[in-house]
Nanobody
Framework: QVQQVESGGGLVEAGGSLRISCAASGRTFSSIAMGWFRQVPGKEREFVAVISESGSTIYYGDSVKGRFTISRDRAKNTVYLQMNNLKPEDTAVYYC????????????????WGQGTQVTVSS
Protein backbone atom coordinates (compact mmCIF):
# COMPACT_ATOMS: atom_id res chain seq x y z
CA GLN A 1 0.00 0.00 0.00
CA VAL A 2 1.26 3.47 -0.91
CA GLN A 3 -0.17 6.76 0.23
CA GLN A 4 0.99 10.06 -1.16
CA VAL A 5 0.50 13.73 -0.35
CA GLU A 6 1.17 16.46 -2.90
CA SER A 7 2.43 19.92 -1.98
CA GLY A 8 3.96 22.99 -3.55
CA GLY A 9 1.10 24.15 -5.74
CA GLY A 10 0.15 27.79 -5.97
CA LEU A 11 -0.22 30.83 -8.18
CA VAL A 12 2.53 31.79 -10.61
CA GLU A 13 2.79 34.15 -13.56
CA ALA A 14 3.15 32.87 -17.09
CA GLY A 15 6.78 32.14 -17.87
CA GLY A 16 7.54 31.37 -14.26
CA SER A 17 8.55 28.16 -12.53
CA LEU A 18 7.16 25.98 -9.79
CA ARG A 19 8.17 22.68 -8.22
CA ILE A 20 5.56 20.40 -6.76
CA SER A 21 6.31 17.45 -4.55
CA CYS A 22 4.72 14.14 -3.71
CA ALA A 23 5.68 12.60 -0.38
CA ALA A 24 4.83 8.92 -0.30
CA SER A 25 4.58 6.45 2.51
CA GLY A 26 4.53 2.70 2.37
CA ARG A 27 7.07 -0.01 1.89
CA THR A 28 6.48 -0.41 -1.83
CA PHE A 29 7.16 3.18 -2.90
CA SER A 30 10.73 2.55 -3.98
CA SER A 31 9.67 -0.40 -6.12
CA ILE A 32 6.91 1.16 -8.19
CA ALA A 33 6.68 3.67 -11.00
CA MET A 34 5.31 7.08 -10.07
CA GLY A 35 3.57 9.60 -12.26
CA TRP A 36 1.91 12.99 -12.43
CA PHE A 37 -1.45 13.73 -14.01
CA ARG A 38 -3.47 16.92 -14.17
CA GLN A 39 -7.13 17.73 -14.53
CA VAL A 40 -9.30 20.76 -15.11
CA PRO A 41 -13.06 20.77 -14.45
CA GLY A 42 -15.04 19.19 -17.25
CA LYS A 43 -12.05 17.51 -18.86
CA GLU A 44 -10.46 14.11 -18.59
CA ARG A 45 -7.38 13.57 -16.49
CA GLU A 46 -4.29 14.30 -18.61
CA PHE A 47 -0.98 12.47 -18.42
CA VAL A 48 1.97 14.69 -17.52
CA ALA A 49 4.95 12.47 -16.70
CA VAL A 50 5.98 9.10 -15.30
CA ILE A 51 9.24 7.78 -13.84
CA SER A 52 10.22 4.17 -13.28
CA GLU A 53 11.22 2.79 -9.88
CA SER A 54 14.90 3.14 -10.73
CA GLY A 55 14.52 6.49 -12.45
CA SER A 56 16.00 5.12 -15.65
CA THR A 57 12.78 5.33 -17.67
CA ILE A 58 10.87 8.59 -18.00
CA TYR A 59 8.02 9.62 -20.28
CA TYR A 60 6.38 13.00 -20.73
CA GLY A 61 3.13 14.17 -22.21
CA ASP A 62 3.54 16.08 -25.45
CA SER A 63 2.24 19.32 -23.99
CA VAL A 64 4.95 19.49 -21.31
CA LYS A 65 8.00 18.06 -23.07
CA GLY A 66 11.00 20.33 -22.75
CA ARG A 67 9.40 22.36 -19.95
CA PHE A 68 8.69 19.89 -17.14
CA THR A 69 11.06 17.49 -15.40
CA ILE A 70 10.08 14.57 -13.20
CA SER A 71 12.50 13.15 -10.64
CA ARG A 72 12.46 11.04 -7.52
CA ASP A 73 14.44 10.79 -4.32
CA ARG A 74 14.10 7.24 -3.06
CA ALA A 75 15.78 8.05 0.25
CA LYS A 76 13.12 10.68 0.93
CA ASN A 77 10.25 8.71 -0.64
CA THR A 78 9.46 11.78 -2.70
CA VAL A 79 8.68 12.47 -6.34
CA TYR A 80 9.09 15.94 -7.80
CA LEU A 81 7.76 17.78 -10.82
CA GLN A 82 9.81 20.80 -11.83
CA MET A 83 7.71 23.02 -14.08
CA ASN A 84 9.41 25.76 -16.10
CA ASN A 85 8.11 28.26 -18.62
CA LEU A 86 4.60 27.80 -17.30
CA LYS A 87 1.65 28.72 -19.46
CA PRO A 88 -1.96 29.57 -18.52
CA GLU A 89 -3.04 26.27 -20.08
CA ASP A 90 -0.98 24.45 -17.44
CA THR A 91 -3.53 25.56 -14.85
CA ALA A 92 -5.01 22.43 -13.29
CA VAL A 93 -5.12 20.23 -10.24
CA TYR A 94 -2.00 18.08 -10.33
CA TYR A 95 -2.20 14.53 -8.99
CA CYS A 96 0.59 12.22 -7.98
CA UNK A 97 -0.02 8.54 -8.67
CA UNK A 98 1.72 5.20 -8.29
CA UNK A 99 1.39 2.13 -10.48
CA UNK A 100 2.23 -1.50 -9.85
CA UNK A 101 2.54 -1.85 -13.62
CA UNK A 102 5.36 -0.73 -15.91
CA UNK A 103 5.69 3.04 -16.53
CA UNK A 104 2.65 4.11 -18.49
CA UNK A 105 0.63 7.14 -19.52
CA UNK A 106 -2.68 5.38 -18.91
CA UNK A 107 -4.42 6.69 -15.81
CA UNK A 108 -6.49 3.53 -15.40
CA UNK A 109 -3.31 1.54 -14.75
CA UNK A 110 -2.39 3.60 -11.69
CA UNK A 111 -3.30 2.09 -8.35
CA UNK A 112 -2.60 4.84 -5.84
CA TRP A 113 -3.63 8.49 -6.05
CA GLY A 114 -2.98 11.58 -3.98
CA GLN A 115 -5.53 14.28 -3.21
CA GLY A 116 -4.06 16.77 -5.70
CA THR A 117 -2.53 20.21 -5.53
CA GLN A 118 -3.80 23.26 -7.42
CA VAL A 119 -1.47 25.02 -9.86
CA THR A 120 -2.71 28.30 -11.32
CA VAL A 121 -0.81 30.19 -14.00
CA SER A 122 -1.86 33.77 -14.63
CA SER A 123 -1.44 35.45 -18.00
Amino acid sequence: QVQQVESGGGLVEAGGSLRISCAASGRTFSSIAMGWFRQVPGKEREFVAVISESGSTIYYGDSVKGRFTISRDRAKNTVYLQMNNLKPEDTAVYYCAGTLSYPTAVAAKFDYWGQGTQVTVSS
